[in-house]
């Protein structure tokens, strides 16, 4: 694939902004919450299986977020694009902000990007979806409300060969109170296997959390779920409501909202 002509071609996908102006105090990020690849990059040269995979965005966030935004009737911010285009939670000068290989599985149309096609993805895309993040962060920070800052992902049941035991995970860096609070309400309620700072680190990974909540001094945490355990409409409404239910606890905590 050409870079210049990806660059002189691409539009912008805005992402998508549920309950903009509803219930204030939780604001939930969903970076990987879509497959779509732009009819302009030809697929990345990838075959079908490949592009409805877990490399190609986090298997049912979507459907956990729109139901946790419903449910407690909080504002969420989906991307629109895949990961594999363009990866919104990496520092815009990270490697993997335009992944060339995910998983194993090498991504022919990221190979060899001049600047100028780099840029237009990241203006495109990237750029869009923090935008409209920091906008509700703003709003809500000059309206004199500090609200906690989640992220919602979910990770295969394996990698590398080796099998991950857990079922929900809360990742954290330098302020570990929001995954704390989590973590003591999932095991209070349930009897899930349940990772601290696992199956990734947010010290680590974490760009969305730490630009718009742990800038700011608020509350922030990414929420992982493994994604066999989101196969279908049931699942995802039991999850959204576990983790609504939890979150709506931590909202009335004024540890966590100071």
């Known amino acids: 694939m050409d870079g210049g ?62 139901k946790m ?46 600047l100028s096609a780099r840029q237009a993805r990241i203006s495109a895309y990237y750029t869009p979806f923090h935008r409209a993040a920091n906008t509700l962060v703003q709003a809500h920070l000059k309206a004199g409300i500090r609200p906690l800052v989640v992220g919602m992902h979910s990770f295969t049941s394996q990698m590398d060969g080796i099998k991950r035991p857990w079922q929900v995970g809360f990742l954290y860096n330098k302020d570990p109170r929001l995954a704390e609070a989590m973590m003591g309400l999932m095991e209070r309620e349930t009897d899930l296997c349940i990772g601290n700072n696992q199956p990734y680190s947010g010290k680590d990974l974490y760009y969305t959390m730490e630009r718009h909540g742990a800038a700011h001094g608020l509350a922030q945490t990414t929420m992982e779920v493994r994604q066999d355990m989101l196969k279908t409409e049931a699942q995802t409404t039991e999850w959204a409501a576990l983790l609504a239910d939890c979150l709506d606890e931590c909202m009335q905590r004024s540890d966590l909202r100071g």
Do not use: Q
Not at 77 to 91: G, M, Q, T, Y
């Open 5 to 66: 002509y990806a660059s002189m071609t691409t539009e912008i996908i805005h992402p998508e902004i549920i309950n903009p102006g509803k219930r204030p105090g939780l604001i939930i990020l969903c970076e990987h919450a879509s497959n779509f690849i732009p009819p302009v990059y030809e697929g990345l040269g990838l075959s079908r299986k490949h592009l409805i995979d877990h490399i190609a965005w986090d298997i049912g966030t979507e459907a956990v977020t729109r």
């Open 69 to 114: 935004a419903e449910m407690m009737e909080v504002p969420a911010v989906l991307a629109k694009v895949s990961r594999l285009v363009i990866d919104c939670n990496r520092e815009p000068d990270r490697h993997g902000l335009v992944p060339e290989v995910s998983d194993g599985i090498d991504i022919p149309g990221n190979r060899g990007l001049d």
